[in-house]
């Protein structure tokens, strides 16, 4: 029986284990353990390549790489203009030297981070950031930049992991650091929802198989590129996450969160990986799931004998204040030819009516979700919004009823561009009488005559 290899992802601050079965005949793939640098004439693969943020109503900005201690790049304040004194001295008589010297003006640096929003956690490596940082508006939420940390999941793991953090650099010694929450300086502060982040990674011999995400509008591109080595690019923007203390309060419908933070973070499951790939035979490794339940996401269960698929999140069912029920989302992108493969859905237009989404609660009872099936780029989305947490599942099945909208021509059938060849007629037979005198003979074939003295009667 074909079933896909339950991947379970602890993507906050949170404990989790990650489960897969390796597939035959997949290439060796060993993928650094150690958090991945920035691209250089050094490091030229497994390594983030580029980091791009748009701001919303802004254009894309393009970010560097500034390392912890190195400051960073500002934009200068315009020189004052230099005046030169054409004046005519009449009485002074000594020489009169000019200084030809360039007048410099102390540099301002650009507002990086609104003040007091924001405190110092954590040590970072470094930071992606911008001249313009502070006035795109980006620090309006106390960070100065983003720490992009790329690794394995594990040491055991080819697993690619990618955190984006909000990071906090200081004054004087220029040292880079989490932008921690004030109340708690070991979470990350929450990062703008309308940022768009996109981040390129070089991937050496990794190839992307499925991605897990926790944001928002989660997209990946991947290229490969045996000459100089694969890449994949994550695009998506942060979104609120409920999270929790530990496991326990992901279950259950008393659960609580120790805060709400908008956050941003990928795992990429490889699809040529001898150790722990990740698939269906067959299918094309273009599928990506993404939540805000970062507890268990799961990537997607197949079962053969019922033609379903589910999936599962969860977080805990309550927010920081134990009043307000934490809501979810769900979102699942199945490139056409795997919906092919697995349920014989031959036209991706047919989803909406041909496939049937639903989302229970733990305890198996319906929640109220809004479920939305699309189609766009030739792959299949499913939206699944509003449902409440602690750990539901959802699950997409064939309709028993689904009729193709537009049924493939039968191979007997000839183009219509071959002209149809006529079957020869069949003959018909004919019989005449003939007589001489008062002698009669009766005559037949497709044309007969009567013999040699005898006359047609």
């Known amino acids: 029986m074909k079933k896909f290899f339950t991947v379970v992802a602890s993507l906050a601050l949170v404990s989790g284990a990650i489960v897969a079965i390796a597939p035959a005949n997949a290439a060796v793939l060993r993928v650094p353990k150690t958090t991945w640098p920035a691209c250089s004439d050094v490091r ?12 919303v109503g802004g254009a894309a900005i393009k970010l560097t790489y500034v390392v912890s201690g190195t400051a960073a790049p500002v934009t200068p304040t315009p020189a004052a203009p230099v005046t030169t004194d054409t004046r005519t001295v009449t009485t002074d008589t000594r020489t009169v030297t000019t200084d030809t010297s360039t007048v410099k003006t102390p540099v301002a640096p650009a507002p990086a981070a609104a003040p007091g929003l924001a405190v110092a956690g954590k040590a970072l490596t470094g930071r992606w950031t911008a001249a313009t940082w ?3 508006g980006l620090g309006a939420l106390g960070y100065d930049g983003i720490a992009v940390e790329a690794h394995t999941a594990n040491e055991f793991s080819n697993f ?55 944001g928002n509008a989660v997209t990946t591109e991947a290229v490969i590129d045996a000459a100089s080595g694969n890449s994949v690019t994550i695009t998506g923007s942060p979104v609120t996450v409920p999270v929790a203390s530990d496991s326990k309060q992901c279950t259950g419908e008393t659960g609580k969160a120790i805060a709400n933070i908008r956050q941003f973070q990928v795992i990429i499951v490889p699809q040529n990986d001898d150790q722990s ?41 309550f927010a920081a204040d134990g009043t307000t029920v934490n809501k979810g989302f769900y979102r699942a992108i199945i490139p056409a030819k795997d919906a092919d493969l697995l349920w014989g859905l031959k036209n991706a237009a047919d989803a909406a009516t041909a496939l ?16 939305n099936i699309s189609v766009k780029n030739n792959s299949i989305i499913i939206d699944a919004t509003g449902f409440s947490y602690s750990k539901p599942k959802l699950s997409v099945k064939i309709k ?41 003979k009766t005559v037949s074939g497709t044309a007969p005559k009567c013999p040699a003295g005898y006359k047609q009667k």
Do not use: R
Request: net charge positive; hydrophobic share 40%.
């Open 160 to 214: 690619v992991m990618v955190d984006v953090l909000p990071s906090l650099t200081g004054t004087t010694d220029n040292l880079v650091k989490l932008a921690g929450t004030t109340a708690n300086p070991l979470f990350a502060t929450s990062m703008d929802p309308d940022m768009v982040i996109s981040i390129k990674l070089k991937t050496g011999d990794f190839q992307n198989g499925v991605t897990v995400a926790i």
């Open 356 to 371: 049937e989404v639903s989302v229970t609660t733990e305890a198996g009872g319906s929640t109220a979700a809004t479920t």
């Open 44 to 55: 030229i693969t497994y390594c983030v390549d580029s980091v791009t943020v748009t701001p």
């Open 277 to 317: 790939g990740f698939g269906v035979p067959g299918t094309s490794g273009g599928m990506m799931v993404a939540s805000n339940g970062s507890c268990a996401l799961s990537t997607p269960v197949w079962n053969n004998d019922t033609k379903q698929m589910t999936w599962s999140a969860a977080a805990p069912h």
């Open 134 to 136: 502070g006035a795109a």
């Open 400 to 440: 028993p009823t689904y009729k193709p909208s537009a049924a493939a021509p039968a191979a007997s059938t000839p183009a219509a561009s071959t002209p149809a060849v006529k079957a020869p007629a069949k003959a018909v037979i004919k019989k005449i009488t003939c007589v001489k005198g008062s002698a009669k």
